[in-house]
């Protein structure tokens, strides 16, 4: 049994609400009108009424909920093991059988959800019943579970005996159909509780979940308090700031999704593939090399999506790198730089945040800084207080000035720019790998154009629709496919150095162009 | 407002009231401003053909249940963990195991990768959150270098390392959300104000990058402001615990999956759940959610064994992968968009005594 934190009081939570969901499809199931196919089923002598086969309960799902046959068959296992239908005949396994063996629908006695507390005795009882009704009628696994019990509560094996007989005494005065329904309903119902090893119990949960706890407190003698005066207070505060929030309009968000995924689709490599090929399908990852945070000549779609907005270009190494270039061209790099060392302050140690925030003070925001950057004067004002009392956010108000000021102006004069352009000329399209083995399909994706009838009314089992091998679309942009290798001049940069990283002696040294006067001396820290 | 004993009845009482009024009012506004419904938006968008993906890798060696798994930055090495304590770093595209820590609490239900791959996080029942060094030094046992981070009053249910290896957010059963300095394990912000267990989290992928969304077993949906500590957002409309929350990629919504067998789309900018997905034929709660890289399609692992894949456009199902034979516990599309990897709670009986649990790569 799943182990977990130990309940509060008491409280039970409410039950899983996937078993009421099958109880009602149960009950749905035995409609006399729109449910299952009943039939009286023929046990030697005995006629058992209300039986249903495997098969009627598949067509019954299939109808009634619009899924394949796979699927059906998944449900309808489910129902079974989780103890909703039982098999009349052997009832050792819970498994929905597609032949002519006979189903009932459990009895809501047993079903999960009354949650019973399934004792040892209780289960004790059973097996003594059992083993006593036939000699060797037990199971391996109840076998030992029989013998546990008897060495475990062997002060009490008289009552379990006592009781055992007594029961099989008061069965044996019904007739020998409901003899016959009422011991395989409990059969199933101890598969459910004691499942054979080998088997997943569908009574397991994981750890316990406490839906009462936060917020609550614990009364010295008695249940939990219901919750406190200040988690009320909160959401009161939450709520009336969620009234005075500004909304925007259904029609602009959802047309903001069509946008994305129409923009995003080329680069979905589930949704489109990817060139030369998915490693994953291939087992080939030239894919992952040539698209490397420090690939020396990007691809066309990355060097494409660089366009989509300003954060994917700065969160890719070699976009941000080409910015960079651009924006000493500009002589406006330390705009950049101060964005990374403020990147750096946020998401860096605590420990480091004095040292850092002294550190971009001394080279970026100190009159007469070597590297100064332009914030408009109320910005500058607040930031030069705060540092006062340095902490991890006391840039924040800066960095986003000089992040919309990149984003507004320099941003889009690097899009229009040549460097842009060329980058984008010069950019590697991969040919689809041409190579195709018996197993895999070079360059496949998820999807497949062809349009395929639904799914058949044939029977297909599982392991079958595996095997069926997946097409892929013949109706990939062309112009991919036949561009080759362009060739390339040499990069006239070398990334390694540009990305921000820190140098081994801790030097603060964010970017920028390698001339810059006197500025890597001037600023090292910890010497 | 005054604290005092006397009138707390009253202040509760008032305050409960108030807050029931205040939340008809907030979803009266929220209604003001929905003029149009995504399906309808969706109808000129072009349906998707057949899909097929298969399974390319089954990483086998977890001996119980896989609890958890997150991608490195590398697209191709994962991090999981499971019921028995282990947490295995793997490169799933060789599915060579590469390192292997056991902790010592059992159900880790929370293991994260950092973004340099030079550390992994895990935590569950310990209440604590533990980050480990990654060393390829084959004598230096992993558990030696293990750093404390977090301490919680409850399990640990999920974690995240933010933009960089020094801080870590996490959920815990106990209600809270924190962020740790990893470092020196200091408390740099707590988030208070879900009711119940939180039971998942994740960051925004936005410019500014100082928000994150959790979910919990108060049903609730609320997104956070990282420096103040303040709820943002609050989205109540699920009837079960939220397992599973995560961002749209463009970062203007998120998704969730819940208990009760259902995933829906939050917008931010409209405020208010704007799809959801579900079909009656599923009834088993949905563990774990994550989009492709487009955006366009939700994978949702569930708790009746299956993967359901939905477009998110048009709210339908386009597919259901069956692959394992228990509850899909965790579910993560790689870095890059190639794969997904699913985890679950199967196990195969191979010979009578060995078991063995597996993760799954799809692409």
């Not at chain 1, 799902?61 to 068959?73: D, F, G, M, Q, R």
């Not at chain 2, 059963?173 to 267990?197: I, K, N, P, R």
């Not at chain 2, 925004?204 to 997104?223: I, L, Q, R, W, Y």
Request: some cysteine; glycine content about 6%; proline content about 5%.
């Amino acid at each position: 049994m799943a182990a977990g934190p130990a309940s509060h009081g008491g409280l039970r939570r409410a039950q899983r609400p996937h078993l009421s969901k099958m109880e009602r499809m149960v009950v749905s199931m035995q409609d006399p009108d729109q449910g299952v196919k009943m039939r009286s089923q023929r046990l030697l002598i005995t006629v058992i009424p209300h039986a249903v086969t495997g098969n009627d309960i598949m067509e019954w799902l299939i109808h009634k909920y619009c899924i394949t046959e796979e699927e059906a068959l998944h449900l309808g296992t489910l129902l079974v093991r989780h103890g909703y239908l039982y098999p009349l005949r052997d009832p050792c396994h819970l498994e929905l059988r597609l032949d002519e063996t006979p189903y009932r629908f459990q009895t809501p006695y047993f079903w999960m959800s009354t949650l019973w507390p399934a004792a040892e005795l209780d289960y004790a009882i059973y097996l003594a019943k059992k083993n006593i009704r036939k000699r060797g009628g037990l199971f391996d696994h109840e076998k030992e579970h029989y013998d546990q019990l008897h060495r475990k509560i062997s002060h009490t094996w008289d009552l379990v005996v006592m009781q055992a007989r007594e029961q099989l005494w008061a069965a044996k005065q019904r007739r020998k159909g409901d003899r016959l329904v009422i011991a395989c309903q409990e059969q199933t119902y101890w598969l459910v509780n004691r499942p054979p090893p080998g088997v997943p119990s569908v009574l397991e949960q994981g750890p316990e979940r406490n839906s009462c706890t936060a917020g609550r407190v614990q009364m010295p003698t008695g249940p939990f308090q219901t919750k406190t005066v200040d988690f009320y207070r909160r959401e009161v505060e939450c709520l009336r700031k969620a009234l005075g929030r500004a909304r925007v309009k259904s029609s602009v968000c959802l047309e903001a999704y069509l946008k994305f995924s129409s923009q995003r689709g080329p680069h979905d490599p589930i949704m489109s593939g990817c060139l030369p090929s998915n490693p994953w399908v291939t087992d080939n990852d030239t894919y992952w090399a040539m698209n490397a945070p420090s690939a020396a000549v990007p691809t066309r779609l990355r060097v494409e999506q660089w366009a989509f907005s300003f954060r994917e270009l700065l969160e890719d190494p070699v976009g941000r790198a080409h910015f960079m270039d651009f924006l000493s061209k500009e002589f406006s790099a330390e705009n950049l730089s101060f964005w990374e060392a403020c990147e750096e302050l946020r998401h860096g140690g605590q420990a480091q945040v004095p040292a850092l925030v002294d550190a971009v003070y001394q080279q970026f925001l100190a009159p007469g800084a070597a590297r100064w950057v332009n914030i408009d004067s109320r910005t500058m004002e607040r930031t030069l207080v705060g540092l006062g009392r340095p902490h991890r956010h006391v840039l924040d108000d800066a960095q986003l000035h000089i992040y919309m000021l990149m984003k507004k102006d320099s941003y889009p004069r690097f899009l229009k720019s040549d460097l842009y352009k060329d980058l984008l000329a010069e950019a590697v399209v991969p040919p689809k790998t041409k190579r195709r083995s018996a197993r895999w399909c070079p360059g496949r994706q998820a999807f497949t154009r062809r349009n395929r009838p639904g799914s058949g009314s044939r029977l297909v089992t599982r392991k079958r629709l595996q095997e069926i091998p997946a097409g892929f679309s013949t109706t990939a942009p062309i112009t991919l496919v036949t561009q080759t290798f362009v060739s390339l001049k040499p990069p006239g940069l070398l990334l390694p150095g540009r990305l921000p990283e820190l140098s081994p002696g801790g030097h603060r040294c964010w970017g920028g162009p390698p001339a810059c006067p006197g500025w890597e001396s001037a600023h090292r820290l910890g010497s | 407002m005054a604290t005092d004993g006397l009138h707390e009845n009253e202040t509760l009482a008032s305050l409960k009231s108030e807050a029931e009024s205040l939340k008809g009012k907030l979803e009266e506004e929220r209604a003001k401003l929905h003029d149009v419904e995504l399906h309808q938006v969706a109808e000129r968008v072009e349906a998707l053909g057949q899909f097929v993906m298969k399974t390319r890798r089954t990483l086998k060696g977890h001996g119980n249940k896989v609890l958890c798994m997150d991608w490195c930055k590398d697209k191709r090495r994962i991090v999981s963990s499971s019921q028995d304590g282990k947490v295995i770093v793997w490169d799933s595209f060789t599915t060579n195991k590469e390192h292997a820590v056991t902790m010592p609490c059992t159900w880790v239900m929370a293991c994260a990768y950092a973004p340099s791959g030079c550390a992994i996080a895990c935590g569950g029942l310990d209440n604590k959150c533990s980050v480990y060094p990654l060393t390829f030094d084959k004598n230096e046992n992993m558990a030696a270098k293990k750093k404390s981070v977090a301490m919680h009053t409850n399990y640990l249910s999920a974690c995240s390392f933010t933009n960089s290896d020094m801080q870590i957010l996490t959920a815990s059963g106990d209600g809270t959300c924190a962020l740790w300095d990893v470092e020196s394990g200091q408390l740099l912000q707590s988030f208070h104000g879900h009711g119940a267990d939180v039971l998942c989290l994740d960051l925004a992928p936005s410019e500014t990058g100082n928000t994150f969304v959790s979910g919990g077993c108060d049903k609730k949906a609320m997104v956070w402001d990282m420096r103040s500590g303040q709820c943002v957002q609050a989205f109540e409309t699920h009837e079960s615990d939220i397992n599973s929350v995560r961002y749209y990629p463009s970062g203007d919504a998120f998704a969730s999956g819940s208990d009760d067998a259902t995933c829906r789309l939050y917008d931010l900018r409209a405020d208010r759940e704007v799809a959801i997905y579900s079909k009656e034929s599923i009834i088993f709660g949905a563990s774990s959610v994550d989009f492709s890289l487009s955006g366009r399609l939700l994978f949702a692992g569930y708790n009746d064994y299956t993967i359901n894949v939905w477009d998110v456009l048009k709210g339908s199902r386009v597919s259901i992968l069956f692959g394992h034979e228990n509850r899909v516990s965790t579910l993560r599309v790689s870095p890059d968009g190639t794969a997904f990897c699913s985890g679950s709670w199967d196990h195969t009986l191979r010979t009578k005594n060995y078991l063995f649990v597996s993760l799954q790569v799809w692409a």
